[in-house]
């Protein structure tokens, strides 16, 4: 995914982020929900295997897309 310009941080895309939330909704409960499970590793749709601490990356994804 680098090459196409995403970065090789653990994020969740704004643009789709945007295109799937209802309006005047949030989302924010989804990812708190999977926060809530325990992992390690993570396979996402898009991007890089996270093969240890995917947790803590999924964490910090989670706070700087919904910062409040």
């Known amino acids: ?26 989302l924010q409960n989804e990812f ?3 926060l809530n ?3 390690d590793k993570l396979l996402a749709a898009h991007g890089s295997l996270l093969e240890s601490r995917a947790h803590a990356a999924v964490t910090k994804a989670v706070a700087k897309a919904f910062p409040n």
């Not at 090459?3 to 949030?26: A, Q």
């Open 1 to 26: 995914m680098p090459l196409m310009g995403f970065p090789r941080t653990t994020i969740i895309g704004p643009l789709w982020l945007k295109e799937l939330t209802p309006e005047g909704e949030s």
């Open 37 to 39: 499970l325990r992992f």
């Open 32 to 34: 708190d929900r999977l």
